[in-house]
């Protein structure tokens, strides 16, 4: 099992930024950063293969965050710019995501805890 662990989150104004971080275990693995709102589903956000090649964003937050890894730390880090109050959930990092679906929270081995990240208006 990969461990987990998440950093970074607080609370911000609209327009703000902030950067999480998610320190992993073993080696690298595709990984992602997904959400969850109160009463909401939790949600995909954006994810990056284990080599950094290839990453992509869901649609609402595209242009505004940017996923990045650094394999030498086992680190990936979710920088969150121009963040608007729908953006407030619990953020968290997964790992050891299925190839093909990394869309889907389903297809994650791994959790991290979590982290709060709110933005007031």
């Known amino acids: 099992q990969v461990q987990l662990v998440e950093s970074g989150g607080g609370l911000v104004q609209a327009g703000g930024s902030l950067r999480l971080s998610c320190a992993a275990s073993?080696?690298?693995?595709?990984m992602g950063w997904f959400r969850q709102a109160p009463g909401k589903e939790r949600e995909f956000v954006a994810f990056?293969?284990?080599?950094?090649?290839?990453?992509d964003y869901a649609d609402s937050v595209k242009g505004r965050f940017t996923i990045s890894r650094d394999n030498a730390k086992n680190t990936i880090f979710l920088q969150m710019n121009s963040l608007k109050p729908e953006d407030t959930a619990v953020y968290y990092c997964?790992?050891?995501?299925?190839?093909?679906?990394?869309?889907?929270?389903?297809?994650?081995?791994?959790w991290g805890q979590g982290t709060q990240v709110t933005v007031s208006s």
């Open positions: 073993g080696r690298a693995s595709n």
């Open positions: 990056i293969i284990w080599s950094g090649d290839s990453s």
């Open positions: 997964a790992a050891r995501g299925i190839p093909g679906l990394l869309y889907d929270f389903k297809h994650y081995l791994d």
